[in-house]
C-alpha cells in the first residue's frame, strides 16, 4: 500500500500542484487513511520526497539516451499534463525547500539531456499552461525544427507540418484597462512583494498594513485577494513584457541602432537569476494564479496578448532579410513568450542554462531567421 500513496501523491501533485497538496487528499486518492500515510511516511514531506524520487526517475529513465531526440518526443514533453512532473517538483521547492536534494540533480540531468534551449521550452509551456494557455502543435514543432536548423541537426528528424498563424484560444477576454490612482498602485506593490516573502500566503490584512492602508480601501478595489492577485499579474507581466520587448523591435528595424542578439540574451539571463526579486516575483504570480479565477484569467490574457503582438510583430518581416518564408511568427512568438519563463523556473532547481552561454545561442537564432 505504500506505494499506492506514492502513486496518488504524484498524481494529485500534477492535479493541483505543491501548495494544494495535502495528506488528505492524498489519503483519499489512494483509498488508505490519513493514519496510514503519517504511520509509513511521518510527514507530507517525506511523501512528496518518495513520490518525487520514483516519479522523476522514471521521467528520466523514459528518455532515450542514446540517438537523436525526435519532434514527437519533445512535442509530448512540452504539451502533455503528465509530463508537467519536473516543473511541479521545482515548484515544490517553495513550500518544501528540504527536497533540493532530489530536485536539483534531476533537473540538471535533464537540461543535459535535451539542451538547455529545449528545456526552457518545454518548462516555459508547462508554466503557462496553469493559465489555460497553450501553443498548438504546430507551433511546438517549428520552433524545434527552427532549433534543429539551428544547431546543424539533421531536419528530417523533425516531422514536417504547415506553419499555421494560430496564436491559440483568442477567445480569453481581455482585462479591463490596470487602474493607476496612487492607492492601487501601493496595493500592487505590496501585494506583490508580500507573496514573494510568503510564498503565496500573505492576507488582505497583511497586505493592506503592508500597503498602509486600511483593509476597507482594499475591498473598495477588489472584491477579493483574488481579484487583486490578477490586478498584480497583469501589470507584473505587462512590465515584465514591455521592458524589452520594445528594445527588441527598435534594433531589428532600425539596424545600427543595436545588437538583437545582445537584446534577447541579456533577458533570458537576467530571468535565468535566481537572486532578482522579478524572476521571484514572477514565479509566484504565476503560481498564486493556480488559485483563482480571476488570477488565471488576468494572467492568461496577458499572456495571449503578448503572444498576438509578437505573432503581428514577427510576420512583417517574414520575407525579409529577417526571416525566411517558411518560418512561423507564431512559433517564434510562442519562444519569446515560453523561453524566459522556462529560464526562470529552470534557475530555482539549478544553475543551468548558463547565462553565458545564450549571446550565441541568440546569435545563431538571429542568423536563421
Keep these: 500500500m505504500p506505494d499506492r500513496v506514492v502513486s496518488a501523491a504524484l498524481t494529485q501533485l500534477c492535479l493541483v500542484g505543491p501548495d494544494a497538496l495535502t495528506i488528505e487528499a492524498i489519503a483519499e486518492r489512494a483509498h488508505v487513511s490519513a493514519g496510514f500515510i503519517y504511520k509509513h511516511f511521518g510527514s507530507l514531506s517525506n511523501v512528496l520526497r518518495n513520490a518525487l524520487l520514483d516519479g522523476l526517475s522514471a521521467h528520466l529513465a523514459a528518455i532515450p539516451r542514446e540517438g537523436p531526440l525526435t519532434a514527437g518526443l519533445l512535442l509530448e514533453m512540452s504539451t502533455h499534463d503528465h509530463d ?18 532530489i530536485v536539483g540533480p534531476a533537473t540538471t540531468a535533464l537540461v543535459e539531456r535535451i539542451g538547455p534551449m529545449r528545456s526552457c521550452v518545454v518548462f516555459g509551456c508547462h508554466a503557462v499552461a496553469i493559465a489555460g494557455v497553450s501553443p498548438t502543435e504546430s507551433d511546438v514543432t517549428a520552433l524545434i525544427a527552427l532549433e534543429y536548423r539551428i544547431q546543424g541537426g539533421d531536419i528530417r528528424n523533425v ?18 484597462p490596470l487602474r493607476n490612482d496612487p492607492t492601487t498602485v501601493r496595493l500592487r506593490a505590496a501585494a506583490s512583494q508580500l507573496l514573494t516573502e510568503t510564498a503565496g500566503q500573505a492576507t488582505i490584512r497583511d497586505i493592506a498594513t503592508k500597503a498602509g492602508v ?5 475591498y473598495r478595489r477588489y472584491e477579493s485577494k483574488d481579484d487583486l492577485i490578477g490586478d498584480t499579474i497583469q501589470a507584473r507581466v505587462t512590465e515584465d513584457r514591455t521592458t524589452w520587448l520594445m528594445d527588441f523591435f527598435e534594433v531589428l528595424t532600425n539596424p545600427g541602432t543595436g545588437d538583437p542578439a545582445r537584446v534577447l540574451s541579456d533577458v533570458l539571463a537576467e530571468a535565468s537569476e535566481t537572486t532578482k526579486a522579478s524572476t521571484r516575483e514572477s514565479i509566484e504570480l504565476l503560481i498564486s494564479a493556480r488559485g483563482g479565477p480571476a ?8 499572456y495571449t496578448s503578448a503572444i498576438a503582438t509578437r505573432t503581428a510583430q514577427l510576420t512583417r518581416f517574414r520575407g525579409s532579410a529577417l526571416m525566411r518564408h517558411e518560418d512561423s511568427p507564431a512559433a517564434l512568438a510562442w519562444a519569446f513568450q515560453v523561453v524566459p519563463m522556462g529560464a526562470r523556473i529552470l534557475g530555482l532547481a539549478t544553475q543551468m542554462p548558463d547565462s553565458t552561454g545564450w549571446y550565441p545561442s541568440m546569435v545563431s537564432l538571429l542568423r536563421a531567421l
Excluded: N
Excluded at 512532473?85 to 533540493?100: N, V
Design 84 to 101: 508537467r512532473l519536473p516543473l511541479e517538483g521545482i515548484l515544490s521547492l517553495r513550500r518544501f525547500p528540504e527536497i533540493r536534494e
Design 214 to 218: 486600511s483593509t476597507g480601501a482594499v
Design 159 to 176: 516531422e514536417s507540418v504547415a506553419p499555421e498563424e494560430s496564436v491559440g484560444d483568442l477567445s480569453i477576454p481581455h482585462p479591463p
Design 295 to 302: 488570477a488565471r484569467m488576468a494572467l492568461a490574457g496577458r
